[in-house]
């Protein structure tokens, strides 16, 4: 307890007998004891704010990654539909008639085949 010691405390606690007075020395303990106690429940409460603040930041971090994931995923998503619309409208490619037609209408009958 701070560094305080047996015999430094019994030093401490006859010079408070003495300048106090035994009359009013158990009302003052009283007080320090009612002050530390109001003392630690304030740090208390402050500590678990700091720890709610630090919580919410947090989670606002993760949500804001899972955004930012679910946008990406999303775009990747159109850019690949938009690929496979214009493979399966023949854009891009020369237009050979019935033959390229046929093509294309088998290729989005069928789906693509990617190596694993």
């Given at each position: 307890?701070?560094?305080?010691?047996?015999?430094?405390?019994?030093?401490?606690?006859?010079?408070?007998?003495?300048?106090?007075?035994?009359?009013?020395?158990?009302?003052?303990?009283?007080?320090?004891?009612?002050?530390l106690a109001e003392f630690k429940k304030?740090?208390?409460?402050?500590?678990?704010?700091?720890?709610?603040?630090?919580?919410?930041?947090?989670?606002?971090?993760?949500?804001?990654?899972?955004?930012?994931?679910?946008?990406?995923?999303?775009?990747?998503?159109?850019?690949?539909?938009?690929?496979?619309?214009?493979?399966?409208?023949?854009?891009g490619a020369p237009a050979e008639?019935?033959?390229?037609?046929?093509?294309?209408?088998?290729?989005?009958?069928?789906?693509?085949?990617?190596?694993?």
């Amino acid at each position: 307890m701070f560094g305080i010691g047996m015999p430094e405390l019994i030093i401490i606690m006859v010079i408070a007998l003495i300048v106090i007075g035994p009359q009013k020395l158990p009302d003052l303990a009283k007080s320090l004891g009612k002050g530390l106690a109001e003392f630690k429940k304030a740090t208390d409460d402050f500590k678990q704010t700091i720890d709610a603040e630090t919580r919410s930041t947090e989670e606002k971090e993760h949500l804001a990654k899972l955004a930012e994931a679910k946008a990406k995923a999303e775009a990747e998503r159109l850019q690949e539909a938009e690929e496979l619309r214009l493979k399966v409208e023949g854009h891009g490619a020369p237009a050979e008639g019935p033959k390229v037609e046929a093509a294309a209408a088998a290729a989005a009958v069928e789906p693509e085949k990617k190596p694993a």
